[in-house]
């Protein structure tokens, strides 16, 4: 949006408001550069609400960022008091101001001192403060609280005159300007200071809910530019001032294809390719409880830091020496990820400040370790300290800022048993991108615990019900057994798998009887075989001797035949010759 | 008078010759003379010459006298018109009267 305007404008950029930054984390995003060049802007607030923080670190971040010196005019505070009071946010006003990068002048009026008589003028506060403003050629100036001269001078009138008077020599020396206002009754100051400052107001305010104070800054007056219009909370600790807008203006950001392990083996089997998660992506895991959600986002951690990446671990309900002693028992040892610094773990109670506040800390903590992944255990511990809408508002940001940093997030969430399981407390399991349920399943008088992925976006997932086992070695999933009994699980799992291994047994053992028997009919066969042949031999031999037996006997009696026949004609012959001999 | 063997140590404060520092340090003058005669010194810093010196005794409004001496310091702001409200400033008069 703010491109669009810029693009359209880029002739008449020359021309437009020139902005001072802040310096103040969040702030410059919200009013689009910073407080409006050469001119004063107000801020107002109750008492305690940042107002003077506000003003001192605009000009410390001027005189070390941006290297305009600055001048700090203080009504309520000794100089000593104000560098002492922000010592402890790392401000060194002592130390700056003997490099004349900044000064302090305490200014204090004491109305018992002090005689009204007659006309006067503020020339004095005009000398001291361009005395100051030259004397360190300063950019930036603070007026804390300059409301204090009406408890301290009587004519109104004369004030009023004046301060007009020194808001237009602000403006005249090209001076940006803050000054601080208390917040009155019906109006945003209690003197009326805003009609004198028109050009940029803005107030500041903490709000305490269910017991939780939160604080507050919203850009009411920004003339002659856009700004965020929201309320945005605001965070006060030892780094000083951090502004948080809550929404981007976009939902385009940059998306991974990469893909990271779950540290359960058998979990990414379950995804696509089963190499695991998409980079980046958010996953929701949510549970009854004692199904071992927060070892599952151990596990998650522990793979992080295997990868040599850095991790973050955001816990709500267990301290971080807790986790790390229960993670040991099953096999993951954290407090080597921590030693490495891969693994930080940042315990905080909910209730100890508002949600925006953890939404602001969770920036902070995530700009400051640039982790890989972050861990939020569990985010049901949040809806204490806000309604539903809140915190799924909160969530919805944070994976908003998690994924245009490709920081990868794991949430787990306590689904209360009575209410359905297809439905999370924070309603965010809409927002995520993978959502895997662990669920109690009892059956047969035990518990165990199944798994199943919900959904997973933009990748292929198995929609099958998984046992989820935790073991000394750490977790695991189990194929249930799926079957014509329906599904088992646990040791009906483990007895149905037992007697199938029975059977398997008992069939192999039948199989090779079976065998045994094939070898020996063989073997009989066999034996039946030679002896047939040898049989068959004997007889084939038996028979040849007859054959040879008959031959030889056809044979003699062929040749007694010839031997016969022979021999009668010899003797035919013989005879005849008998007869001739007679006959003669 | 009681008050005669003090010695006044006066300051005033002004940002060049405007009509209310003229004012001022006519009124202031006469005042001394008739009053304070021979016990009283009258310094007059000029803001606009020296504008470091506003810092110490936290000049704020113009034109401003400071009583330094005797205790306690008082600061009377304005042009001094009022006569008896400075008095009453300087001790010199009781309030009450």
Redesign the interface.
């Known amino acids: 949006m703010a491109k669009i305007i810029k693009d359209k404008s880029a002739n008449l950029r020359g021309k437009q408001l020139k902005k001072s930054p802040t310096g103040i984390t969040g702030f410059d995003e919200i009013t689009l550069g910073g407080l409006p060049k050469g001119r004063p802007s107000l801020v107002c607030g109750g008492p305690g609400s940042g107002k003077t923080l506000f003003g001192i670190e605009f000009i410390v971040n001027g005189a070390i960022k941006y290297d305009e010196p600055g001048v700090i005019i203080a009504f309520e505070e000794k100089s000593e008091e104000l560098t002492t009071n922000v010592a402890s946010l790392g401000f060194d006003l002592d130390r700056l101001q003997k490099e004349n990068k900044i000064k302090v002048?305490y200014?204090?009026?004491d109305k018992s001192?002090?005689?009204?008589?007659?006309?006067?003028?503020?020339?004095?506060?005009f000398?001291?403060l361009?005395?100051a403003v030259d004397s360190i050629k300063a950019k930036r100036v603070v007026l804390d609280t300059i409301e204090n001269?009406f408890s301290s001078?009587s004519n109104e009138g004369i004030l009023r005159s004046e301060i007009r008077r020194l808001f237009q020599w602000l403006k005249d020396k090209g001076l940006t300007a803050i000054i601080t206002g208390e917040k009155g009754i019906a109006t945003l100051t209690r003197q009326g200071l805003e009609e004198y400052v028109s050009d940029c107001v803005i107030v500041l305010d903490h709000r305490v809910q269910n017991h939780v104070s939160t604080r507050f800054l919203r850009v009411i007056k920004y003339r002659g530019t856009m700004h965020g219009t929201n309320e945005y909370p605001f965070l006060i600790d030892r780094e000083g001032f951090s502004v948080l807008p809550i929404t981007s203006l976009e939902l385009s950001h940059d998306v991974s294809n990469e893909k990271i392990s779950s540290g359960i083996v058998s979990l990414d089997e379950m995804l696509d390719e089963g190499k695991g998660f998409f980079r980046g992506s958010s996953i929701l895991i949510s549970g009854t409880a004692g199904t071992g959600k927060t070892s599952i986002a151990a596990s998650f951690a522990n793979a992080t830091c295997l990868r040599k990446e850095r991790c973050l671990f955001f816990a709500f309900e267990e301290s971080p020496q807790q986790i790390i002693r229960n993670m040991k028992s099953i096999g993951m040892d954290l407090q080597s990820h921590i030693d490495k610094d891969l693994l930080r773990f940042h315990p905080s109670r909910p209730t100890i400040h508002g949600l925006e506040m953890h939404l602001v800390e969770i920036h902070k903590r995530i700009i400051e370790f640039k982790p890989h992944t972050i861990i939020l255990d569990p985010i049901t511990n949040l809806v204490t300290i806000g309604t539903v809408s809140e915190v799924k508002s909160m969530l919805m940001r944070l994976i908003e800022y998690l994924q245009s940093n490709q920081v990868s997030v794991l949430f787990t969430a306590l689904t209360s048993t009575a209410s359905s399981s297809e439905q999370t407390d924070e309603g965010v399991s809409s927002l995520v991108d993978a959502w895997i349920t662990v669920r109690d399943l009892e059956s047969n008088g035990e518990r165990n615990r199944g798994l199943y992925i919900m959904k997973s976006r933009g990748m292929r997932h198995s929609n099958q019900v998984r046992e989820f086992v935790i073991t000394n070695e750490g977790l695991e999933l189990v194929d249930v057994y799926l079957g014509a009994k329906g599904v088992l699980i646990g040791s009906a799992r483990e007895a149905q798998q037992l007697e199938e291994a029975t059977g398997e047994e008992l069939r192999t053992y039948a199989g090779s009887r079976t065998d045994r028997q094939i070898q020996r009919k063989r073997t009989v066969l066999e034996a039946q075989i030679t002896s047939l042949k040898e049989e068959f031999e004997s007889i084939e031999e038996e028979l040849g001797n007859t054959r040879r037996e008959e031959q030889l006997r056809k044979e003699i009696m062929e040749r007694n035949r010839k031997e016969i026949t022979e021999g009668r004609y010899i003797n035919m012959k013989s005879k005849r010759n008998k007869q001739d001999g007679k006959g003669k | 008078m009681a008050k005669a063997s003090k010695k006044y140590e006066l300051r005033l404060?002004i940002?060049g010759n405007?009509p209310?520092s003229t004012?001022a340090l006519k009124n202031l003058k006469k005042y001394c003379e008739e009053h304070l005669s021979g016990i009283y010194s009258i310094e007059v810093i000029d803001?606009?010459v020296n504008?470091?010196l506003?810092?110490g005794d936290?000049?704020?409004?113009?034109?401003?006298l400071v009583k330094k001496v005797p205790e306690?310091?008082?600061?009377?702001?304005?042009?001094?018109?009022?006569e008896a409200?400075?008095l009453?400033?300087l001790d010199i008069k009781p309030a009450n009267k």
């Open positions: 002048d200014v204090h009026v001192e002090i005689e009204e008589t007659g006309e006067y003028d503020l020339s004095g506060l000398i001291r361009s005395h001269l001078l | 404060y940002a405007t209310k004012a803001l606009l504008p470091q506003a810092e936290q000049i704020l409004a113009i034109p401003t306690p310091v008082r600061k009377i702001i304005g042009d001094l018109s009022n409200k400075v009453v400033g």
